[in-house]
């Protein structure tokens, strides 16, 4: 993109402690949204559910199926708001920049926040931390250690790299992703402002990419929260 992002430098004074401002206001505007959205769906909750809290029921049992096909609901039911939470949020953060995308000057501020390496990055960082956490939670310190010598010690260095490409992986995937629309779409838009018979022309394969950004919004929030339960299940459950 041509646009610039608004970086706050050195912050507190630290040489290497700088913040993207766009993608810091963008991660509170995904995170107020959620939280409206589930307050709403929260409200007068109701037997038989109808209309929005129908639709976040069915998105409940979604994040359901996710867990039981990864691991024993007994052993996986404390995941639940937690793989709730990840496709919610990933998924309202991958549509923010599809949508439209506000720029100031030559200052880009409304994207999606997933768009940023470091915010990806981040959440595949606290979802390893908390796969350690649940796994020397589940299975104490002792025999958690054990299962990176498992079944032979030799295969330690390569489980410890694991670790780390895991959090790499699962990170820039959801990044690569979005980046690259919201980069397409930001080419489609410069088209269609160069000319009139440009912006004419544009019209249809900025639609065209807006539906399939939606789907891959989607699906890539989908393989985000499979990865997280599939690498919990790794060290909590016991037939791993």
């Not at 610039?4 to 993608?23: C, K």
């Not at 509170?28 to 007068?44: E, G, K």
């Not at 960082?125 to 030799?154: C, N, Q, S, W």
């Amino acid at each position: 993109m041509d646009h610039e992002s608004p970086l706050l430098h050195d912050l507190f004074g630290i040489p290497w402690l700088d913040f993207n401002l766009s993608t810091t206001l963008m991660t509170f505007i995904s995170s107020v949204i959620v939280f409206i959205i589930c307050t709403l769906a929260a409200r007068n909750l109701q037997m038989k559910p109808t209309g929005f809290q129908n639709f976040m029921e069915w998105i409940v049992d979604f994040v359901k199926g996710i867990i039981g096909d990864t691991m024993d609901w007994k052993t996986g039911k404390v995941f639940l708001p937690l793989g709730l939470t990840l496709l919610v949020y990933i998924f309202i953060s991958n549509i923010l920049g599809v949508i439209t995308m506000g720029v100031w000057g030559h200052t880009l501020w409304w994207k999606s926040p997933t768009s940023d390496a470091t915010l990806t990055l981040s959440l595949s960082a606290l979802v390893i931390i908390l796969t350690h956490y649940y796994g020397v939670k589940t299975k104490g310190f002792g025999e958690y250690m054990k299962d990176y010598v498992r079944p032979v010690p030799f295969l330690l260095p390569f489980k410890i790299i694991e670790e780390f490409t895991n959090t790499l992986t699962l990170g820039l995937r959801l990044f690569g992703n979005i980046f690259a629309g919201e980069i397409l779409l930001s080419l489609i838009t410069k088209m269609a402002m160069a000319a009139l018979p440009f912006t004419l022309i544009s019209i249809i394969p900025m639609m065209a990419w807006q539906g399939f950004s939606l789907f891959i919004g989607a699906i890539q929030a989908f393989i985000f929260t499979m990865l997280t339960m599939v690498y919990m299940s790794h060290k909590v459950s016991s037939d791993h």
